[in-house]
């Protein structure tokens, strides 16, 4: 039986929403805001195409590997306990970025920073669903949380413009440390603890699978772009990658204590969520890095211009992602999942009209096209995370559904960057290559993303259903709760 608790205070609620969104919106923007620094950064540390792509997917794997294990932790040690480990951790490593002397100290930092994300992404859900209970208000803090993951996506390129242009890329990472350290002491202030009372056990032997599996794959993608694809070395990383992989799946089928337990994937509407989270993240949000290099090397907008591109779609955004919240399960996630992820389609397929000579403005509509498609995905998508997940256990529901997501952003970002000529991505190279292999790089993102559209339409409940709670009652539950 579930252990009652007292509501908590509207203070309590206020600074709990306050840090959850502030670090989330800290952690979705180290993985944009790099975008615009990219030229800046294979400039000053003299770097090539896959050096610049491991600061994007150093983060994102690291992030995406160990986000699974974490949230367990987090049910087992306390969520409260574990966040600001993860807040003393990003911080750190952000301050090493900002130090880096090279190419290879900075994505090791990213690497390391990344664990840490990855600590406070398995935490973030689970605190809100402690302080806040099912209703209106649960809603509009899914609401206010889902903005956060796509704005500050969205508005990452101009934050990292701006503080390139302005002041120097090693910005981009200092400005962590000062949040951080405001978020660390209202979080000891403010936030309260919550944990699973039977706690599940590490599960070293599939974490230690899934990380050489995801490394080697992505480090295959990236690799063969530039060594070419029949070369011994990334073809090696990805016959190694897939048989982890393999190896990983087949293991947590036998486990006793897995880290993605496979129970929970059998239930249809949170398997589909997580395929659903995976196809927005390795389409609309993986394209983001190549649709900057576009702005800044092909078109040569300086990297505030490129970020002031993506503002009206970033504001669009946030005005849908509110109204979604309006909604409150009103509408089946089935419905809403499926008709923004085609949302997201359609943008990336209206991406296509750039040239090499096409107003900076010509990417815009498809933009906001997809950015509206996200404002109606992220809200809906934490809803029905903690919907189909219980209490005690939301921190490793939150966490598989941040591990799909982060390692769609990894693999995207390799797999969508072999259909670019590497040299076409540095200063120098052929723009003609680089927008033919952006137009294929995009409409692949588009059939991603309606992929994920169609396996919500398969898999997730088009009508509000009845299940059991845990004390043999009948409750109301949606598929958005």
């Not at 480990?85 to 994505?107: E, K, M, Q, Y």
């Not at 990344?114 to 609401?143: I, N, Y």
């Not at 998508?381 to 390692?407: C, K, P, W, Y």
Request: glycine letters at 10%.
């Amino acid at each position: 039986m579930p252990v009652e608790t007292m509501p908590k205070s509207a203070a309590t609620r206020r600074a709990t929403l306050t840090v959850v969104c502030v670090t989330t919106a800290m952690l979705m923007l180290d993985i944009a805001v790099v975008n615009t620094a990219l030229p800046s950064i294979a400039t000053d540390l003299d770097t090539g195409v896959s050096g610049l792509q491991w600061v994007v997917d150093a983060y994102t794997l690291a992030l995406a590997t160990v986000v699974l294990s974490a949230g367990s932790w987090a049910d087992r040690r306390g969520r409260r306990h574990v966040f600001l480990v993860g807040i003393v951790l990003f911080t750190l490593t952000s301050l090493l970025c900002t130090l880096a002397p090279n190419i290879w100290v900075l994505d090791l930092a990213r690497t390391a920073q990344g664990v840490g994300a990855a600590v406070l992404f398995a935490c973030s859900l689970a605190l809100l669903a402690d302080v806040f209970e099912k209703g209106p208000a649960r809603a509009t803090a899914l609401a206010a949380y889902g903005a956060t993951i796509g704005g500050a996506f969205a508005v990452g390129p101009l934050v990292g413009g701006l503080l390139t242009e302005l002041v120097h890329w090693r910005a981009i990472f200092l400005i962590n440390v000062p949040i951080g350290l405001l978020t660390l002491a209202v979080t000891v202030r403010w936030v309260p603890e919550s944990r699973d009372p039977n706690p599940r056990g590490a599960d070293v032997i599939g974490q230690i699978l899934v990380c050489v599996g995801l490394g080697a794959l992505v480090f295959g993608l990236l690799r063969g772009n530039e060594a070419g694809w029949t070369a011994p070395v990334p073809v090696t990383a990805l016959v190694v990658g897939v048989a982890a992989l393999v190896g990983f799946v087949g293991y947590e089928m036998r486990a006793d204590e897995p880290m993605l337990p496979p129970q929970l994937l059998a239930n249809r509407a949170f398997a589909g969520a997580q395929v659903a989270a995976f196809a927005i993240s390795a389409s609309l949000f993986a394209v983001f890095v190549y649709t900057t290099i576009y702005l800044q090397n092909i078109l040569h907008l300086s990297p505030v211009a490129a970020g002031m591109v993506y503002l009206p779609a970033t504001v669009a955004m946030f005005v849908v992602a509110g109204a979604t919240a309006k909604l409150d399960g009103r509408i089946p996630a089935s419905v809403t999942l499926t008709c923004s992820l085609m949302l997201v389609a359609a943008g990336l397929a209206m991406m296509t009209v750039v040239d090499v000579s096409s107003s900076k403005y010509a990417i815009l509509p498809g933009f906001v096209v997809a950015l509206v498609g996200a404002g109606v995905f992220n809200p809906v998508m934490s809803g029905l995370v903690l919907g189909e997940s219980t209490a005690d256990h939301v921190g490793l529901a939150a966490g598989i559904n941040d591990a799909f997501r982060q390692t769609g952003i990894a693999v995207g970002v390799a797999g969508l960057g072999a259909f670019l000529p590497a040299q076409s991505m540095l200063a120098g190279g052929s723009p003609e290559e680089f927008v033919s292999g952006l137009h294929q790089a995009l409409m692949v993102a588009a059939l991603i993303a309606a992929a994920g559209a169609l396996v919500c339409a398969a898999t997730l409940p088009a009508r509000r259903r009845v299940r059991a709670d845990s004390d043999g009652g009948r409750e109301v539950a949606a598929a958005l709760r």
